[in-house]
């Protein structure tokens, strides 16, 4: 098996047999050396430096109802919000103060932010922080809308690709998703020219071996220059509420096999990481991620994003303690940086 992991580590490359060998058979020790192969690939194009990036929750209205996630369209339990567009700016001034240069705005697919909306925010951000990177983070939208958003002067998306396997999306998205959209989405996206962020959850229902093998090999095929991935958690007003979560274990193994299939991909460690293990984002950063997403939202609205349960939002995971995540990251021998961090190519 540590041969494996060798000829991954040397070719960012192996087949299905041997990602699901890979995947099954793994044990402790075969972590250990899996994670610390992933560090020296990290360490050899970033450094030991992590990329903060700011995260505002802009609007948790969704017209979608993903059966796993807390803010779906059925959820009438959810509180809705949506930030206006001058509290949205105040977030990034605040953030820009604490050092961030990168602003990811993030939401449900909300129809009152129109494209005219999206593009004049997007516009007056790049206006008044021409240093930072804006990533939009906001759903499926026409490849028109993309482009309009891209020329206003967005930098990345991120849209995740869920699940590879059409049948296991359809497994956990209403009948009127597609996964062929999903895919379409994602190679518009890529082809305007953004840098392009997908992933998928660890541990969502009915996921197999088979099935993150071939997210993986999507991935190394599509080649996206960021990769999200963290451990579903089940929300208990959804249809899920009962299904098993996913685990941290399995999701530092995969970060660290993504790690080694794209070498210079973005890799956070997710806030979902940080609520299901309190050392999660260290650990992440150990198995090879090499960026965390401080979440930037107002106070106000911070408890109303509940995607999953318990959802962090405060403590390290806000960016108000920015000093104290970079104390934490100093203590495993990391260090943030104040750039954009954006991806190698
Ligand atoms: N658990 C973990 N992750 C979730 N997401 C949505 N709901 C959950 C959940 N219950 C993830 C999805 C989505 C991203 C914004 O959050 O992968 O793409």
């Known amino acids: 098996m ?33 994670f610390q192969k992933a560090r020296e690939t990290r360490h050899r194009h970033y450094g030991h430096d992590i990329f903060v990036r700011g995260l505002i929750e802009i609007s948790n209205c ?28 105040e977030c990034c001034s605040a953030g820009y103060q604490l050092g961030f240069r990168t602003f990811v705005l ?33 759903g499926e939208k026409s ?5 309009r958003y891209f020329e206003a002067g967005a930098d990345r998306y991120l849209l995740r690709h869920e699940t590879a396997n059409a049948a296991h999306y359809a497994q956990l ?34 996921q197999t071996t088979d099935n993150i093998v071939e997210d993986l090999l999507f991935m190394a095929d599509f080649k996206p220059e960021m990769v999200g991935i963290g451990p579903f958690i089940p929300h208990h007003d959804t249809p899920f509420a009962q299904q098993p979560g996913g685990t941290v274990e399995l999701t530092l193994y995969l970060l660290a096999i993504i790690r ?27 198995a090879g991620a090499n960026v965390i997403m401080p979440n930037l939202s107002p106070q106000s609205v911070r408890q109303k994003y509940m995607i999953y349960d318990n959802k962090l939002s405060s403590g390290l995971e806000s960016a108000e303690y920015l000093n104290s995540l970079k104390e934490a990251m100093e203590s495993i021998g990391y260090q943030i940086v104040e750039s954009r961090g954006d991806a190698l190519r």
């Open 260 to 286: 080694l299939l794209l070498p210079k991909v973005l890799l956070p460690a997710t806030t979902a990481l940080g609520t299901i293990d309190p050392d999660g984002r260290e650990k992440g950063i150990l």
């Open 62 to 89: 969704c017209q979608n109802d993903c059966l796993y996630c807390g803010i779906r369209r059925s959820n009438h339990k959810a509180t809705r919000y949506r930030l206006t567009i001058d509290e949205i700016l």
């Open 143 to 147: 490849h028109e809308s993309y482009l």
């Open 106 to 138: 993030q939401g449900g697919e909300d129809l009152s932010f129109t494209d005219d909306k999206i593009v004049a925010l997007i516009r007056e951000i790049k206006q008044r922080f021409p240093d930072c990177a804006v990533t939009l983070s906001i």
């Open 2 to 34: 540590k041969k494996l992991i060798d000829k991954l580590s040397l070719n960012h490359r192996l087949d299905r047999d041997e990602l699901a060998l890979l995947i099954d058979g793994r044990n402790e020790e075969l972590a250990e050396y899996l």
């Open 173 to 206: 998205h209403p009948a009127e998703m597609s996964h062929a959209r999903r895919m379409d989405c994602l190679r518009s996206l890529k082809a305007i020219g953004y840098q392009t962020g997908t992933g998928f959850m660890v541990g969502s229902p009915f």
